[in-house]
């Protein structure tokens, strides 16, 4: 375990991998996820009235796995519950560091600030998004609701509360001055009643900051998150973007994610040049195991920590090798760990949403 100083005084140390991005950062705040990285921080599963003891066994194996993967590329922090500490440390090794921190479920994308870099040299900043469990869906989040603020307080980072609700699982920027999200998540009244589009964008131009937003459509099947934008497409450097589709008409998604598409080959940087749009198949419902409703067969949400990729596998294995191939192809000089994450995915989510990083 690791407690305050401690945790400081490590992440001081590795702040100093990379100094280069820093002159490099433009916007601000929200970075690209291909950064250097301090660390990766994950928050060990607690959500019995979510789930079932069986299948937070089962989560909870699945980020150990996801934890280990990563540990090998960069720092990993596993948030835990008193009482946590050493059911952590047996399923996750020596090189994952435990701080105990009160929370509930895993998903620290949502739940934990958007760290960036702040405006003095070395500097971090945390930026809360006022989590409200994805539209005020789900009981027994009270924990996570304060925990970006207290997570904030713990590790040091100056704090600031943006004026619209969010998760950061409903983001991705191109590291260029532009953010990606969706509609159906941030212009959803369950989210931001009241508020117009270009309320809420320009409020997520005054926190990312930014100097573009994008707005796909995102998900109306998507019931859990409401379309967020990290299960639907994903940069790879600034200009290429993966969109993830299917070529199943009989998928209810099938409309949606063809529109996501569309949107992001039309859509425009800051410097008002078009993207590199590379369409990517899910895996086909018939080719996998039986799956719930609710099952993120999402390739794109995916880790990429430093000098390499943590992604899923789903069981259709043509697809699953061709996402591989994809990946490896655009990143040729990440290592690539591919990983079943099956009750994870059962639950909506992803590896993305299991992760936060905190940049270099």
Avoid at 64 to 76: D, G, K, L, T, W
Avoid at 147 to 162: N, P, Q, T
Avoid at 261 to 281: C, F, K, P, Q, T
Wanted: aromatic fraction near 10%.
């Amino acid at each position: 375990m690791i407690d305050r100083r401690g945790f400081i005084a490590n992440l001081g140390s590795t702040m100093a991998m990379s100094t280069a991005w820093a002159g490099q950062r433009g916007t601000g705040w929200m970075l690209p996820e291909w950064v250097p990285h301090a660390a990766c921080v994950m928050a060990w599963c607690a959500a019995y009235s979510t789930y079932k003891r069986s299948e937070i066994t089962r989560i909870r194996k699945e980020q150990a796995r996801i934890a280990r993967a990563i540990a090998e590329f960069e720092p990993v922090i596993m948030l835990a519950n008193a009482g946590d500490e050493s059911a952590i440390a047996k399923a996750c090794g020596p090189n994952v560091q435990i701080v105990t921190l009160e929370h509930y479920d895993t998903w620290t994308r949502d739940t934990l600030p958007v760290i960036g870099l702040g405006e003095q040299p070395g500097s971090h900043h945390a930026t809360g998004w006022n989590f409200n469990a994805w539209g005020e869906k789900f009981d027994g989040y009270d924990a996570d609701r304060t925990l970006a603020e207290r997570y904030a307080g713990f590790a040091g980072l100056d704090f600031s509360r943006a004026s619209i609700i969010a998760e950061g699982g409903a983001f991705e920027t191109d590291g260029r001055g532009t953010v990606v999200t969706t509609e159906t998540c941030l212009l959803n009244p369950n989210r931001n009643p009241g508020m117009s589009r270009q309320d809420v964008e320009d409020a997520i131009k005054a926190y990312a900051p930014c100097e573009n937003v994008v707005w796909l459509w995102g998900s109306e099947v998507d019931e859990v998150t409401d379309g967020h934008v990290d299960g639907i497409m994903r940069f790879f450097g600034p200009n290429i973007v993966v969109v993830e589709v299917t070529d199943d008409k009989e998928d209810p998604e099938y409309a949606e994610l063809q529109e996501n598409a569309v949107r992001m080959e039309a859509a425009r940087n800051s410097r008002g040049d078009h993207y590199e749009v590379i369409r990517l198949n899910r895996p086909l419902w018939e080719n996998m195991p039986e799956r719930g409703p609710d099952f993120a067969s999402s390739y794109v949400n995916s880790y990429f920590p430093n000098d390499g990729i943590v992604m899923p596998r789903f069981g259709d294995a043509g697809r699953d090798e061709n996402a591989r191939a994809l990946f490896a192809e655009l990143e040729p000089d990440r290592k690539i760990v591919q990983l079943d994450i099956d009750q994870i995915a059962e639950g909506g989510g992803g590896i993305h949403c299991c992760t936060m990083q905190i940049p270099a």
